[in-house]
């Protein structure tokens, strides 16, 4: 429940982590309370998209870098049509935003879409804390919201946790719609849309695809009612364990051998779809600055993250699944966590962070001309046989 406000002030405000941690200061954004995950994004720029990803939905955002809101909102940039983080905390709000295109503050998005936020904590003790303990539930109160410290911490532990959580088809398209072709068309995919940013159909509008998304609810029929060359799984919140739909529209995928791309939750869905199990990790990987090992190569990238669960797959053989072989592709430096899957006997792969890099880098663009190879090399066979 949130009520306006005139974003940072000198209200006060709590946050409240599960296991007793308490951290006060200022309320930031819409007054009230709201619940989430807790989890940091070490991205220094870049926070206009992150509260637009659907991934984020149900998750309070600690923003490890210390000035936000330096460049303002704008109507460009927005991954999605509404923000999806349950909270947002921050340690210094800017004061007054500074960017040619800057159309209102950060504040002022925040109470307007209602995001409960607090400011002037140390966001570094707090981000040192979900490290060691891990993510966590919280609550963030502020104004009248705020009561005994013991009534707030038993309404955290008594909100919802994100393992077996199954949040894709609260945040997707409830209609198909199509994201046309730049230029000559060359392609056409379906897209299941898991929690898809927008920026996404654009990378492949850009080659030349014409792009079909289509809700997390999709079946196989519908995916193949568009006549694809290529089929694709977006990105995605919640616990892949419940993703029992889209793993069967994945594996009826597989069976035709239809190119296939799937990034973040798609990366999940791919492992699920050949036998592999999913984890939840500690505290997950989040921001623009995570560096991956494409093992196909031996290039390093810097990459856009944002996933709280991975699959847990062997980094050290090939695995046969009931789709041929398969291999980790790619993987963290950081923590040798799976970051990519591929097929060996069959047109499919996947990667567990997001190529589309908004609000980038760009090392991983190569991805979605992967992708277009792929159903190149198909239609070739196709035309051949």
């Known amino acids: 429940m949130t009520t306006s406000t005139r974003g940072a002030d000198k209200t006060p405000a709590v946050l409240v982590l599960e296991d007793g941690r308490i951290f006060r200061g200022r309320a930031y954004g819409a007054h009230g309370e709201t619940f989430g995950e807790a989890v940091f994004s070490t991205g220094m720029t870049g926070y206009q998209e992150t509260l637009t990803d659907p991934s984020y939905h149900r998750q309070v955002v600690v923003m490890t870098a210390p000035h936000v809101g330096n460049t303002g909102v704008n109507d460009e940039d927005p991954e999605s049509s509404r923000i999806w983080v349950s909270g947002y905390v921050v340690r210094d709000p800017a004061r007054v935003p500074s960017n040619w295109r800057s159309q209102r503050s950060l504040d002022e998005e925040l109470v307007k879409q209602g995001v409960v936020g607090i400011c002037g904590i140390d966001t570094r003790a707090l981000t040192r804390h979900l490290r060691e303990r891990g993510a966590m539930r919280v609550g963030i109160f502020s104004g009248n919201a705020i009561s005994d410290d013991g009534m707030l911490l038993a309404k955290v532990r008594q909100s919802a946790e994100m393992e077996g959580a199954d949040l894709a088809a609260e945040v997707a398209t409830k209609e198909t719609y199509v994201v046309p072709a730049i230029g000559e068309k ?200």
């Not at 995916?223 to 919140?237: E, K, M, T, W």
């Not at 847990?312 to 993987?331: C, I, Q, Y």
């Open 186 to 385: 060359k392609f056409t995919v379906a897209a299941v849309d898991l929690g898809i940013k927008g920026m996404t159909p654009h990378r492949m509008a850009e080659r030349g695809i014409e792009v079909h998304v289509l809700p997390a609810t999709a079946t196989v029929e519908d995916v193949y009612a568009v006549n694809p060359d290529g089929v694709f799984f977006s990105n995605g919140p919640g616990d892949p364990a419940t993703a029992d739909g889209p793993v069967s529209v994945m594996q009826g995928v597989l069976e035709r051998k239809t190119p296939l791309f799937g990034i973040c939750f798609g990366n999940q869905i791919l492992g699920r779809a050949l036998g592999f199990g999913t984890y939840k990790l500690k505290y997950g990987h989040r921001g623009i600055n995570q560096p991956v090992q494409d093992r196909t190569t031996g290039k390093v990238e810097i990459t856009a993250h944002n996933h709280g669960f991975a699959v847990d797959a062997p980094l050290d053989k090939v695995s046969e699944t009931p789709f041929g072989r398969a291999e980790v592709s790619h993987v963290c430096l950081n923590d040798q966590v799976v970051e990519g899957l591929q097929l060996l006997d069959q047109p499919a792969f996947s990667v567990q962070y997001h190529p589309e890099a908004a609000a980038g880098p760009h090392d991983a663009a190569y991805l979605f001309d992967r992708f277009t190879s792929l159903m190149e090399t198909a239609l070739m066979e196709a035309e051949r046989a």
